[in-house]
């Protein structure tokens, strides 16, 4: 694989074409659509901006030796636009009066760079400046903040677990939501790891920006996105050699520190950070539980996070990229009891290269390998129900070893016409290890491979974008093995295809909808379709990837410092794994028998307004049902709340105080079935943060903040197991 990926990066390397710094430009004069797109193609930049807002401004005749923002900024001169960059170099253009509500970029819906406003899909993007705003102690925290995402995870636990984007839930084959970070995913299909790695490997201080895309998404990213994907985007450094340092101190003795070093020149970028955080944690459980369980103490829990981001540019139009993140967790999982505890620990390197191929065209590839680890040990008591019994009792392990390539290509056709084309190879390689305190360990393996192709195309059509694509995948499951040894020899592979349209309608300057269709699915592993040897169940050799439908409109509008954002979406998920009974042996097998139909509506307002105050809100109803099997009637889905909302305000008054009070509301749902005793009800919860800039030379700043203010306790995970109360927290960060 890495001869593989070597001969891509060379290949690669001595097909870029150098762009120089400087170049003769020649631009006629004509309307400001077509002056921009004569600029792109001349000096190979990219630039995003909305045509019909731009069709009426007549450009300037233009012509000389200037490097590209040098031309730019003459073309814009006397207009009421100006730009700015993005990380990855891409020119977005604004209208200056618009200037506090400037539109972010996605490249995570399109995996190019766009306007969230120009692509057919529901996206919400948190930059590091808006995460700011809150105390939230992990990303967890933060994106419930936005519509549509909840999180299963247990209350008091350092390790991050599933998302959950609306409401499809989970299932046998794995996480329905799939976390990237920088684009690729760290686990396998096969496995079962707690988390899949995803939101564990980044702390706050790491992250630029948070991009979540509602929505099935296996036309891009595979399997594992029937929900949609969250991509994690890592800090790169900027501007001269500096440290960054933050700390603080909270309830229950939770202390957090964490500190980055770095230096951004012409020709290469290295930031080197580190971070940790412990805490003595909470008692989740104070009484015996229906599973005859209790906290002995507080769950206390400690957090390790290391990571490296690196660029080099050998040459003008071509950037090699390095990719180091390190975690390790430590956490009770009931606390008091020191032999039920977990373990997780996650390493990752990747390795990618850009370059600009001639002056339309990016080719970009990136290998990643990842080791995961989840480690955990029972005692007697939670294992074998022995009340008081806190000697160990039973191990368990699960490890991953994954490797990831990705090569892609995008090329502008014409000035109206994007093509999208990609290659990509997964490889995995699961095992599962347990053992009785005392006795033998038995170890189970799981390898997979995945091939896919993709491609996809953009044309413009005056006030319309249409958008299709369609992927490709092979899915290669070989035997699994039991002690090394293969249970049974039967391996399998599916083909499976998943297309995507959609269409972004410009209604005005400021206001457009978007329809779009997409599928997604979840693959059928070969532990389900091979059981034997087993004397309670049979093979299916012909059980299917579940599958997802969705059908979506939506709106993005901007007026007057407020932005709104809104969907409609109706999503049928069928063919999901469940036990069910063979008709020919009477004995249980491995079966596509199940459906959920989720229709749901997100409606979200963000603002920017005059004297420094920035609103927003947003409201999610999931209305999710399960069949169990054909023709059997619909039920309320568990595990689902049906209808939740986040709002807040924050009041920046000048460069030096901040203040944010927002809160979420949470309505009641069922967790194992649809009775009383699995039934918990809604809550509120308020959190609020003040923060100073000093008056010092170099800037630091300095904050405290309340969480759940009103000491609200509520049931997030399972009935008898509670939320954290009220915690209070105060902190410095600042930059040397």
């Known amino acids: 694989?890495?001869?593989?990926?070597?001969?891509?990066?060379?290949?690669?390397?001595?097909?870029?074409?150098?762009?120089?710094?400087?170049?003769?430009i020649t631009i006629t004069a004509q309307d400001m659509p077509s002056a921009l797109h004569s600029l792109a193609s001349q000096t190979g930049i990219q630039l995003l901006f909305s045509t019909e807002?731009?069709?009426?401004?007549?450009?300037?005749?233009?012509?000389?030796?200037?490097?590209?923002?040098?031309?730019?900024?003459?073309?814009?001169?006397?207009?009421?636009?100006?730009?700015?960059?993005?990380?990855?170099?891409?020119?977005?253009?604004?209208?200056?009066?618009?200037?506090?509500?400037?539109?972010?970029?996605?490249?995570?819906?399109?995996?190019?760079?766009?306007?969230?406003?120009?692509?057919?899909?529901?996206?919400?993007?948190?930059?590091?400046?808006?995460?700011?705003?809150?105390?939230?102690?992990?990303?967890?925290?933060a994106l419930r903040d936005e519509e549509g995402l909840d999180f299963g995870e247990q209350p008091g636990v350092a390790h991050q677990v599933f998302p959950v984007i609306r409401g499809v839930g989970g299932s046998f084959a794995g996480a329905t939501t799939q976390v990237l970070v920088d684009g690729i995913p760290h686990d396998s299909m096969s496995s079962n790891l707690m988390g899949h790695g995803g939101l564990n490997f980044t702390p706050m201080q790491d992250v630029e920006k948070i991009e979540v895309v509602?929505?099935?998404?296996?036309?891009?990213?595979?399997?594992?996105?029937?929900?949609g994907v969250i991509n994690v985007i890592p800090k790169r450094w900027k501007g001269e050699a500096g440290v960054e340092m933050e700390g603080s101190?909270?309830?229950?003795?939770?202390?957090?520190?964490?500190?980055?070093?770095?230096?951004?020149?012409?020709?290469?970028?290295?930031?080197?950070?580190?971070?940790?955080?412990?805490?003595?944690?909470?008692?989740?459980?104070?009484?015996?539980d229906a599973y005859g369980q209790i906290d002995n103490g507080p769950r206390d829990w400690k957090d390790t996070k290391l990571g490296l981001m690196a660029g080099f540019r050998p040459v003008s139009g071509q950037e090699i990229t390095l990719s180091v993140q390190d975690y390790a967790t430590r956490s009770a999982w009931l606390g008091g009891r020191p032999n039920d505890r977990q373990n997780m620990d996650g390493q990752s390197v990747s390795l990618g290269y850009h370059a600009e191929v001639g002056e339309v065209t990016h080719v970009k590839a990136v290998y990643r390998t990842t080791d995961l680890k989840q480690q955990t040990v029972w005692d007697e008591w939670d294992w074998n129900g022995d009340v008081g019994n806190l000697a160990a009792a039973y191990r368990s392990g699960r490890f991953t070893k994954t490797t990831k390539l990705l090569v892609q290509a995008d090329t502008q056709i014409s000035a109206a016409n994007q093509l999208t084309v990609g290659y990509g190879h997964d490889t995995g390689d699961?095992?599962?290890?347990?053992?009785?305190?005392?006795?033998?360990?038995?170890?189970?393996?799981?390898?997979?491979?995945?091939?896919?192709l993709f491609v996809q195309d953009e044309h413009k059509l005056a006030v319309v974008t249409l958008l299709g694509g369609v992927r490709y995948d092979r899915l290669d499951f070989s035997p699994d093995t039991v002690d090394g040894v293969p249970r049974n020899g039967s391996g399998s592979v599916d083909i499976?295809?998943?297309?995507?349209?959609?269409?972004?309608?410009?209604?005005?300057?400021?206001?457009?909808?978007?329809?779009?269709?997409?599928?997604?699915?979840?693959?059928?592993?070969?532990?389900?379709k091979f059981v034997q040897p087993s004397t309670t169940r049979v093979d299916n050799p012909d059980l299917k990837p579940e599958t997802s439908v969705t059908y979506e409109v939506g709106m993005n509008s901007k007026q007057d410092g407020l932005?709104?954002?809104?969907?409609?979406?109706?999503?049928?998920?069928?063919?999901?794994?469940?036990?069910?009974?063979?008709?020919?042996?009477?004995?249980?097998?491995?079966?596509?028998?199940?459906?959920?139909?989720?229709?749901?509506?997100?409606?979200?307002?963000?603002?920017?307004?005059?004297?420094?105050?920035?609103?927003?809100?947003?409201?999610?109803?999931?209305?999710?049902?399960?069949?169990?099997?054909?023709?059997?009637?619909?039920?309320?889905?568990?595990?689902?709340?049906?209808?939740?909302?986040?709002?807040?305000?924050?009041?920046?008054?000048?460069?030096?105080?901040?203040?944010?009070?927002?809160?979420?509301?949470?309505?009641?749902?069922?967790?194992?079935s649809l009775t009383a005793a699995q039934h918990t009800g809604g809550y509120f919860i308020a959190d609020a943060k003040v923060s100073y800039?000093?008056?010092?030379?170099?800037?630091?700043?300095?904050?405290?903040?309340?969480?759940?203010?009103?000491?609200?306790?509520?049931?997030?995970?399972?009935?008898?197991?509670?939320?954290?109360?009220r915690t209070v927290t105060v902190g410095v960060s600042g930059k040397l």
């Open 1 to 24: 694989m890495q001869k593989t990926l070597l001969a891509v990066l060379l290949a690669s390397m001595f097909a870029g074409q150098v762009l120089a710094e400087d170049k003769t």
């Open 53 to 141: 807002e731009l069709k009426n401004i007549q450009a300037r005749e233009l012509s000389g030796s200037m490097s590209a923002e040098e031309a730019l900024k003459q073309l814009l001169q006397g207009t009421n636009y100006t730009y700015r960059m993005t990380g990855n170099g891409t020119f977005v253009l604004q209208r200056i009066h618009a200037a506090s509500m400037l539109d972010e970029v996605t490249v995570t819906a399109t995996r190019t760079e766009h306007l969230v406003s120009d692509v057919p899909a529901s996206v919400s993007v948190l930059t590091a400046k808006r995460l700011k705003t809150k105390h939230r102690q992990n990303l967890n925290d």
């Open 214 to 227: 509602r929505g099935p998404a296996s036309a891009l990213y595979g399997p594992s996105t029937v929900g």
């Open 249 to 288: 101190y909270g309830t229950h003795n939770t202390i957090t520190a964490g500190v980055a070093t770095g230096v951004s020149k012409e020709n290469f970028d290295i930031r080197v950070s580190g971070y940790e955080a412990k805490s003595d944690g909470f008692v989740a459980v104070p009484v015996t």
């Open 430 to 452: 699961y095992e599962t290890r347990s053992a009785t305190v005392g006795g033998s360990t038995s170890t189970q393996g799981y390898k997979d491979k995945v091939d896919a």
């Open 496 to 528: 499976v295809i998943s297309p995507r349209l959609g269409a972004r309608f410009q209604v005005s300057e400021t206001s457009s909808m978007y329809v779009s269709y997409g599928t997604a699915y979840m693959p059928a592993l070969n532990t389900f």
């Open 563 to 672: 932005a709104l954002r809104t969907s409609l979406y109706r999503t049928t998920y069928k063919d999901k794994i469940t036990l069910g009974t063979d008709s020919a042996t009477s004995l249980r097998q491995w079966q596509n028998v199940a459906v959920r139909k989720v229709t749901g509506i997100e409606i979200a307002l963000e603002g920017e307004l005059t004297g420094g105050w920035k609103p927003y809100a947003n409201f999610s109803y999931t209305k999710a049902e399960d069949q169990a099997t054909a023709g059997a009637p619909y039920t309320q889905s568990t595990r689902v709340a049906p209808r939740k909302l986040n709002l807040g305000i924050t009041y920046e008054p000048n460069d030096a105080w901040s203040a944010t009070l927002n809160g979420r509301a949470v309505s009641d749902m069922y967790f194992n």
């Open 693 to 725: 800039t000093l008056p010092v030379s170099t800037k630091w700043e300095v904050f405290g903040a309340c969480n759940n203010i009103g000491d609200k306790k509520y049931q997030p995970f399972n009935i008898g197991e509670w939320s954290d109360g």
